[in-house]
């Protein structure tokens, strides 16, 4: 039997820079009228451009996220049936590939005594697939230097042991097939964080993208090929926090200002890695994005129109991830192929990130897609035949004496009769506030 929790944080509000004394303040009197019900126009996501203003911003809607898309956003509403995906009349199937998807991987103290337990419940979803792939967002480093740079545990600082790696990889010696590196915390304990956790990815034969090892493979595409479907990656971030990589450097991360409050969304470095893709023959791209505004329920109108352009440009599936809460998954009609369906996950949540019990944070999207290869009117063609978001959470129980995490699916706790805890009462709302219809497909 599960034996009492202890305290945990509900959220990161007044629990990381506790010497933030006028942010703290701030916040709370914001929070106290409920100041902010909708996107904060011109609010900064990349911590190298904030200001007060977002700082105050950033740690209101931890704890009180925001659920109104903005005006120039709502047109997304309608474009989250997942029932318009399917092969087009005529379609001659040769193969398939299935897909399992997760959103951030991220360290949590004590995470490694939940080894094999942390995914027992989705592992059909995840390792029982061709291909399973995730945002991993914690930089691997021996016990003592990932200890010294946690501290108390209110750092921003993602970095953990290479069991705590383990067990945010793998469950009973199944591995992740792809793990995107490239995010926000790449090099929070420097290039050395980064090259200590290529090293163990590829000893784990898991293929990572996002951060090249030479300067000939920036800007080029991952090639992975799963049962005769030749799949292209392309990755980037919106930003590396305040960290400066030197100028011989450079190359080892795949990040440009998609969300930036200065400037337009650049894609030149996608649309670079989409062309090499097609330059290797690739039948399908995948792209994954570390992009958009936390705590924030729906994407932004720039990042709606950088997701079709890059879509146009060649990406058939996006996967997006950072926002630390789900966003909706759009079925877009291309018009680069009217037959084609293009999924775009806007943000798939965090996967795992510590302790937090907040029903916002807890909750996050899994996502089931099928490819499908074969000929119409003769000509060769690489489709999704199927997709359907998973809505998980994690769920954190006592079990001889020690505090574990487990992924649970939503459905599973969801009572027909209305008759559920009221933190899964309050998930399933954002669920299908997020997901609309293809929340119950």
């Known amino acids: 039997m599960d034996e009492i929790l202890p305290s945990l944080p509900a959220t990161p509000y007044k629990f990381y820079r506790p010497d933030a004394h006028l942010i703290g303040i701030a916040a709370g009197g914001a929070l106290l009228v409920d100041y902010w019900n909708a996107p904060l126009p011109g609010a900064a996501t990349d911590g190298a451009e904030f200001g007060f203003r977002d700082e105050v911003y950033w740690f209101y809607k931890s704890a009180r996220p925001i659920t109104k898309p903005e005006e120039g956003a709502r047109d997304l509403l309608n474009r989250r049936d997942n029932s318009v995906v399917s092969l087009p009349r005529g379609f001659e199937k040769e193969c398939t590939v299935s897909m399992g998807v997760a959103g951030d991987l991220i360290q949590a103290e004590g995470l490694e005594q939940s080894k094999n337990v942390l995914f027992s419940t989705v592992a059909d979803v995840l390792f029982e697939k061709d291909i399973s792939f995730a945002n991993y967002e914690s930089v691997v480093a021996q016990d003592e230097v990932a200890k010294e740079a946690l501290g ?124 090499d893709c097609k330059a290797q023959g690739c039948d399908f791209i995948v792209g994954s994005l570390h992009w958009g505004w936390e705590f924030e329920f729906f994407p932004r109108e720039s990042q709606i129109k950088a997701a079709h352009a890059v879509v146009e440009a060649g990406i058939d599936l996006l996967l997006g991830h950072h926002p630390h809460v789900i966003q909706p998954v759009e079925f877009y009609p291309t018009v680069r192929d009217p037959k084609r369906i293009a999924v775009i996950a806007y943000s798939l949540g965090s996967t795992t990130f510590g302790w937090f019990t907040a029903p916002h944070m807890m909750l996050s999207l899994m996502l089931n897609v099928e490819l499908a290869k074969g000929t119409l009117d003769g000509a060769p063609h690489t489709y999704i035949s199927a997709a359907k978001p998973v809505p998980v959470f994690r769920h954190h129980f006592m079990e001889a004496g020690k505090l574990l995490m487990r992924i649970e699916k939503l459905a599973d706790h969801v009572s027909p009769l209305g008759k559920m805890p009221p933190s899964v009462q309050k998930m399933n709302e954002y669920a299908k506030l997020v997901l609309g219809d293809s929340y119950a497909r």
């Open 152 to 275: 108390d545990g209110r750092s921003f600082t993602m970095c953990c042991s290479k069991e705590q790696y383990s067990t945010l990889t793998q469950h009973n010696g199944e591995h992740f097939t792809v793990l995107n590196t490239a995010n926000n915390h790449t090099f929070d304990l420097d290039l050395a964080g980064l090259e200590t956790t290529q090293k163990l990815l590829e000893q784990d034969g898991i293929v990572n993208v996002g951060t090249p090892r030479n300067v000939e493979e920036h800007g080029r595409g991952t090639i992975l090929t799963s049962k005769g479907i030749k799949i292209g990656f392309v990755s980037a971030t919106f930003g590396i926090r305040r960290f400066k990589l030197p100028p011989h450097e450079r190359h080892r991360i795949h990040v440009a200002k998609l969300c930036s409050k200065y400037v337009a969304p650049e894609l030149e470095l996608l649309k670079r890695q989409i062309t």
